[in-house]
């Protein structure tokens, strides 16, 4: 079984640029999460999604992040314009349908994409 | 809002030991703890997941368990190699019906040989 895909798997840009990042989940997972981890931090969640619907996006920046999954499948999230401190490495997630007694709820996580703001 | 910490932070033990890697949270009303292993510039990688209903788990080498009442899980980690230094992650399944992962900060453990 293919795991979470992620790329790029390093972006370095200067301040005030934009970027985006990819994600494709595990097949027939229908939750996807996008973290931040902050170096010396634990993986903070940004937003999720069930399908292509947002389910919590109330740590999300909005007014320079944002996240799409139109198709309930793969997802990308885009930062504009970046800051110094959006230095991080952003980690996508899926699972199966949380609360599914099949899935157990674990969460499987890609490599993640370092992100370098100069 | 959920919180959770681990205890300590950073750990050195020579190869052969025996360690406990602790985690606390503030909120028992969870769905599972998951623990997760990160080697430097990578992602996570899970090593075991608890059941809320569940007192243990064991993979190998690893034991973890978890007191719901209390707030606490740990991580048991025996006969120690130098290919288990890393960071380990404990994170609280919980939310409310969003089934959503807190962290907390990690543990970085170094193994000398």
């Known amino acids: 079984e293919a795991g979470v895909a992620q790329s790029p798997r390093y972006k370095i840009i200067e301040k005030r640029q934009s970027v985006a990042f990819w994600c494709n989940p595990i097949s027939g997972h229908a939750t996807l999460y996008w973290y931040q981890q902050i170096l010396g931090q634990g993986p903070k969640l940004l937003i999720q999604f069930q399908n292509n619907g947002v389910v919590d996006d109330s740590q999300l920046p909005k007014d320079r992040f944002s996240a799409e999954r139109l198709k309930g499948v793969d997802s990308t999230l885009k930062i504009q314009p970046a800051k110094l401190e959006d230095s991080a490495v952003y980690l996508c997630?899926?699972?199966?349908?949380?609360?599914?007694?099949?899935?157990?709820?674990?969460?499987?996580f890609g490599p993640g994409t370092r992100l370098t703001v100069l | 809002k959920q919180e959770v910490t681990q205890i300590p932070a950073a750990l050195s033990v020579p190869e052969g030991e025996n360690l406990v890697l602790n985690c606390s949270f503030t909120d028992s009303a969870i769905y599972n703890l998951q623990w997760f292993r990160q080697d430097p510039g990578k992602g996570l990688t899970s090593l075991l997941l608890i059941q809320s209903s569940q007192r243990e788990q064991t993979s190998g080498r690893l034991n973890a368990s978890l007191d719901k009442s209390s707030g606490r899980s740990t991580l048991y980690i025996a006969a120690s190699q130098p290919g288990d230094s890393a960071t380990y992650l404990c994170?609280?399944?919980?939310?409310?019906?969003?089934?959503?992962?807190?962290f907390g900060k990690g543990t970085k453990l170094s193994v000398i040989p």
């Open positions: 994170a609280a399944n919980s939310g409310a019906g969003s089934y959503q992962l807190t």
């Open positions: 997630a899926s699972t199966y349908t949380p609360g599914q007694a099949s899935s157990y709820n674990e969460q499987f």
